[in-house]
């Protein structure tokens, strides 16, 4: 087994995850295995101390590239959308809806911080950002979830 094979098992699940927690379940597994490819492949991986930290980067720059991609996607779909007379479920769509409008850096933190249970110091450490940014991140996510979902 390879070095890159060991240090994708050693963290594959604690990253997907992560990524459940940005991207949702269905697109997860392919961003953390792009971000990992992408990854193993630059140049400098061969001189990174902190790999675990330089993959959940990695995981949270792929989901950002993901989420960009998708939002692209929605709009073609919308603008070539026929109207349709069926109703969808009302199944928390304003909670969906809301989170979905958070950054992807806030979405990271309130994911870590609160399905992980972790501490923002762990946080940071994940992240490879200060703790100073996660409690920014985690501020700014509580005052938008708070005013989207008051209105």
Same mark, same amino acid.
């Given at each position: 087994m390879t070095d890159n094979e060991d240090t994708y098992r050693k963290h594959s699940d604690? =990253?997907?995850?992560? %990524? &459940?927690?940005l991207v949702g379940p269905f697109d997860a597994q392919d961003v953390v295995t792009d971000a990992c490819l992408r990854a193993f492949g630059s140049g400098g991986w061969n001189d990174v101390t902190n790999r675990r930290a330089y993959?959940? !980067? /990695?995981? =949270?720059?792929? %989901? #950002? /590239? $993901? $989420? !960009? /991609? &998708? *939002? !692209?996607? #929605? *709009?073609r779909e919308r603008a070539s959308a026929v109207p349709s007379s069926v109703n969808p479920s009302p199944i928390d769509i304003d909670v969906l809806r809301a989170v979905d409008k958070l950054s992807i850096q806030q979405r990271a933190s309130v994911f870590l911080t609160y399905w992980e249970d972790l501490s923002t110091t762990q946080v940071a %450490?994940?992240?490879? *950002? +200060?703790?100073? +940014?996660?409690? !920014? $991140?985690? %501020?700014r996510a509580r005052a938008r979830l708070k005013e989207l979902l008051h209105d």
């Open positions: 604690e =990253l997907v995850r992560f %990524a &459940t927690g993959l959940y !980067r /990695s995981v =949270l720059n792929q %989901a #950002r /590239s $993901h $989420h !960009r /991609s &998708t *939002i !692209r996607r #929605r *709009i %450490a994940r992240l490879g *950002i +200060s703790e100073g +940014s996660v409690k !920014r $991140h985690l %501020a």
